[in-house]
């Protein structure tokens, strides 16, 4: 079945990067998505990549996806206190040219400390 | 990217009670999702709602607790039918392009 696991936590100091990991069991996956889910907030798309790249970059963040390893990660360069947030991880098998059946992870809180 | 508009932005509701929860988009799109985030925990599908038909709904979520309405393409609701504590969470509508995949702000239902 589908399932998309990340690790629950991830502390850093502020000017670190912090790389958030996640893996997904479906390699029908179209796309894959980072959404940054602030307190009390809803979701915010941070970037996504198609399957059959291998990075994309935009500014701080960097994706990378390891297709054969079913790996994704978001890199977030010169992390600020302002990045502090749960990450999800999401799939997409795509729905009739629409993205929008989405399996997500559990969440990662990043925690940036002064 | 699609802005959508959520109302209310939460609630709380007696159990027993209905609420049913807007989804305005700005574009028109064909698919407009539904979700919940309990508390705590991640998101997971609700429905489908395509517009013309009947919404298709995942394991564990029915029709007559969670009725789901698609007038046109810019416009969807959620009832949340028959309340109980269990249903508090953050519901959340999503419309999907070609590659992106955005959210509403979400309604955070508190049942007492």
């Known amino acids: 079945g589908e399932d998309v696991e990340q690790s629950l936590f991830l502390s850093v100091r502020e000017g670190d990067s912090s790389v958030i990991n996640c893996t997904y069991t479906?390699?029908?996956?179209?796309?894959l998505y980072w959404y940054k889910q602030e307190p009390g907030a809803g979701l915010q798309l941070l970037t996504y990549i198609f399957s059959n790249m291998d990075m994309k970059q935009d500014q701080r963040l960097t994706v990378l996806l390891n297709k054969k390893d079913k790996h994704l990660s978001l890199r977030i360069a010169d992390t600020q206190t302002g990045d502090s947030a749960i990450y999800f991880c999401?799939?997409?098998?795509?729905?009739?040219?629409?993205?929008?059946?989405?399996?997500f992870g559990k969440g990662t809180k990043l925690s940036v400390k002064p | 990217s699609a802005v959508i508009s959520q109302k209310p932005s939460r609630d709380i509701c007696q159990r027993g009670t209905s609420l049913t929860i807007q989804c305005q988009v700005d574009s028109q799109v064909t698919m407009m999702f539904w979700y919940r985030q309990q508390p705590g925990q991640s998101l997971t599908l609700i429905a489908t709602a395509n517009q013309g038909s009947e919404a298709t709904y995942e394991s564990g979520f029915v029709i007559d607790k969670f009725p789901i309405s698609r007038p046109n393409l810019t416009f969807s609701t959620l009832t949340v039918s028959n309340m109980s504590p269990e249903d508090s969470s953050i519901y959340l509508c999503?419309?999907?392009?070609?590659?992106?995949?955005?959210f509403g702000q979400g309604t955070r239902l508190t049942v007492v």
């Open positions: 479906d390699s029908s996956s179209t796309y």
């Open positions: 999401a799939e997409s098998m795509g729905y009739g040219g629409s993205q929008g059946n989405l399996i």
């Open positions: 999503s419309v999907g392009g070609v590659a992106e995949a955005f």
